[in-house]
């Protein structure tokens, strides 16, 4: 296996509680999209260590904090992506 190089991916499943509303799914959503704008390591994860400075980046404390009440269920995953060769 060849690590890609440069390039974490950071994935996001969510399942949302059943009582949220799909404008508030909606409002969520663009609310996830506007924080590419506001952090920086967000518009291009070369390291894990952007992932963690993201993370603890105060405006996205503030939008997790409402995503998450809202969330039934949610899994996140960061990795490298390799490329396998026969």
Do not use: W
């Not at 499943?13 to 590419?36: C, H, N, W």
């Not at 070369?46 to 996205?60: K, Q």
């Amino acid at each position: 296996m060849e690590e890609v190089k440069g390039v974490v991916k950071h994935v996001v499943l969510a399942r949302f509680k059943e009582d949220v509303t799909p404008d508030m799914i909606d409002q969520l959503i663009k609310g996830y999209a506007s924080l590419v704008s506001l952090i920086q390591p967000m518009k291009s994860f070369h390291c894990v260590e952007g992932i963690a400075e993201y993370v603890a980046h105060p405006a996205h404390v503030e939008y997790a904090n409402e995503f998450l009440c809202n969330l039934e269920k949610v899994i996140v995953i960061d990795y490298k992506p390799t490329v396998l060769r026969a």
